[in-house]
């Protein structure tokens, strides 16, 4: 990478080994992060090319990481992929072995969602939860039986030894000395197991930690960044002395949650949307209303109006990382093995750019394997790998060492350009008060009207360059006295806030609704099927009154999930806002012409006004 | 601030006065020395004579009493929640104009009477101001600070 520079091998791995961190389950989870070779021996490859059935390559058994970064038989548009073995199909073939190697005693502990999941999320995120089920029908999915097949892979790895390995990868990049921890995963399990949104075969996880070089020439930790989903910038990461950071020695702790291997900060039940883009002619309409509720209306926000860009709808699920389960790392029950270096980058990682499980061509991509370290799916180099401190929003952060150097040089650049400024708007202030004269001078004389009208023009021009150099003036001057105040506070060794950079931190839910009452989430659990029995007895026996008890019904429900939820106050303003719209649309259909009519006499009148007031000037 | 606050509260007596005074008005309607003659007799009331067009003027008072006293209740504790004690009475008030929303859009769905109109303007000029961004900052000061954890936006992985 042109922007990058390696590190030896050995200075890697002491540093890697240094900060190393320190990572807890959750109770249940099936994968912990292993070495990939093992996952690459055990799958085969295939080439997918489009609209074409997918091929084997290299059939199981015989894939080797060195062949891995062959990447043979690639054409325009073809997907490679890794496919983990179906146990039932190796049985089919009449591959039977001892029994204890094609059915591992694994998991040792299987997950409990504990009362509330669903208890958490509204009707609309349940019947969409349904919908999305249904929706992976159609759509390309992960087959259950490859969860088998993951769990066969990995309990025989688990049973041959416990092993628990990271991938390592050191780089620097604008001063920084990037530690990046790259946890393999054999299995998203998230749907299957843990209630999630998406499964998929083979997961790529990270921890990064920034480390600077400090006056004294020992390194420095000043920032980590855990990937959580698809997150990037500013909200990722923490800094090293935040007390929200929790740390074992030099060691970093991070929860990692069942099933999904998000990575958090703390422990804790998350609420994580998983997001489907609106049709754009749905998303014109969304924003318009918004913008007209909002801001024309001026109606409340729970959270302050904001105008996006695009539209999206979004479907709740919760992300469990409890940390109950088993920590891996310095001081832990169980340690870390020596890491698989990547300094410098092997080939399977450089070469090899297709996906590192099951291809399902699923059109949102969930349930599609992900690429490794240095891709993405569509074969292009992922930002954390080719600008790992820009990914985590810190390219505009100096390090501890540089920050004083950078203020002083900025100093030096405004006071340069103060200097500038200040001579410019000497110069033009000159000229503007020569055309001022000028203009006096020609005031009045109709034989220099025309010369008038000129100096007119230009004193407004040049008096609004002049405005503006005298506005930049005064900002550099607030901005420099700024400069110099962070300065001397950063030489008093005060450091800004440690949260300052965060907009949106993800927190786990509260406890109050993680323990949701035992009714609650009975409630939560048969509600759905009751709104559809309900919705069913209506239209068979109330079908001369559907309307009315179809309203009612659903108002009842939803009153009572308000309740649950304590979100009363949200339900009646919910249900005053419809009313109020149903309201105005039957004022609308009587008074229909009545409306109109107002309108134009309202807009005739206001015209009347506007020419009325000009007349009067 | 609490100016906010009384000016709702007025509103929303102003809106108690003109549906009492409907209720009186639908009442006056019916033909009450009529009625006074039927029950004042020698105790026995023929049928025939009470049931004919001349009580529907009754039944129409009756009915528009059953469907609005709650709300009225209501309104008139919020409102003087809104006067007396500055902040109270928002989901009293909030509950009021449902009710008579959903008792002028269902059960006068197929007769609306004139007034049903009426009170359907003035509910939803109601339910907007008592949604609007400052009557709730003032309502919910305390309450509506968002302390909840915000949900991460995911894509798969």
Known sequence: ????????????????????????????????????????????????????????????????????????????????????????????????????????????ETFRAGRGRLARVGYISR?????????????????????????????????EKQRFTYHGNVVRQDGWIVLRYWLFYAFNDWRSNVFGANDHEADWEKIFIYLSDSESGEVRPEWVAYAAHEETGDDLRRRWDDPELEKVGEHPVAYVCAGSHATRYFRGEYLTELAFPLPRAISVVRRILRRFWYV?????????????????????????????GWAVGPGQDREWDPPRLMNPVPPWISEYRGLWGLYTRDPFQGEDAPAGPMYNRDKTISREWFDPVGWAGLDKVPTRAEELEVITGRQAEIEERRDLLRSELREKSGRLKALGMDAEATRDQSHLSKLHEN????????????????????????????????????????????????????????????????????????????????????????????????????????????????????????????LAIVGALVLLEHYFWSVIVLAVLAVGLYILWENLRELGR | MYRQARLLGVLLLLQVVAMVGLGVWLFSRFDWDRAMKITSGSGKINVQTIDGPWLEPLVRALLFAVYFLGPVVLLLLAGLGFV?????????????????????????????????????????????????????????????????????????E
Request: aromatic share 10%; charged share 25%; with cysteine.
């Open chain 1, 1 to 108: 990478m042109a922007n990058e520079e390696s590190v030896d091998a050995r200075t890697a791995e002491a540093l890697l080994r240094r900060f190393e961190p320190v990572i807890r389950f959750t109770k249940g989870e099936w994968f912990y992060p292993m070495d990939c070779e093992p996952y690459v021996d055990a799958c085969s490859l295939w080439v997918a090319r489009p609209d074409e059935d997918a091929v084997c390559v290299v059939p199981a058994g015989e894939l080797t990481l060195e062949k891995l970064a062959q990447q043979p038989e690639d054409t325009t548009g073809a997907v490679h992929y890794l496919k983990i073995p179906n146990p039932k199909e190796d049985e089919n073939r009449g591959r039977r072995a001892r029994r204890s190697h094609t059915n591992p005693d694994w998991p040792k």
């Open chain 1, 127 to 159: 019947l969409a939860d349904a919908l999305f089920s249904l929706m992976l029908l159609a759509r390309g999915r992960v087959p259950g039986g490859d969860v088998e097949g993951g769990r066969v892979l990995y309990g025989r790895y688990m049973e």
């Open chain 1, 296 to 324: 024309t209306l001026r109606q409340y926000a729970a959270d302050e109006y904001r105008e996006k860009s695009y539209e999206q709808f979004t479907i709740p699920f919760v992300d469990y990382g409890r940390g109950d």
């Open chain 1, 455 to 578: 100096q007119t023009r230009h004193i407004k021009e040049l008096s609004g360059e002049v405005e503006t150099l005298r506005a930049q003036l005064s900002d550099d001057e607030v901005l420099a006295e700024s400069l110099e105040d962070h300065a001397e506070s950063l030489r008093g060794g005060e450091r800004p806030p440690a949260g300052a950079h965060i907009m949106h931190a993800a927190r786990p839910v509260s406890e109050e609704e993680t323990h949701a009452g035992r009714v609650a989430q009975l409630w939560a659990s048969i509600s759905i099927a009751l709104v559809l029995v309900t919705l069913i007895l209506i239209i068979a026996y109330e079908r001369s009154h559907l309307l009315s008890a179809l309203v009612f019904a659903i108002a009842v429900f939803a009153f009572i999930e308000a309740g649950f939820r304590r979100r009363l106050t949200r339900f009646i303003v919910s249900l005053n806002v419809a």
């Open chain 2, 84 to 156: 007396l004690l500055r902040r109270r009475g928002w989901m009293l008030a909030s509950v009021a104009q449902a009710l008579i929303m959903l008792a002028c859009l269902f059960f006068y769905g197929a007769s609306r009477p004139w007034f049903a109109y009426a009170l359907i303007a003035y509910s939803i000029f109601m339910i907007l101001l008592l949604n609007s961004r400052s009557v709730r900052t003032v309502v919910h000061r305390r309450r509506l600070t968002p302390t909840e954890a915000r949900p991460e936006i995911a894509r798969g």
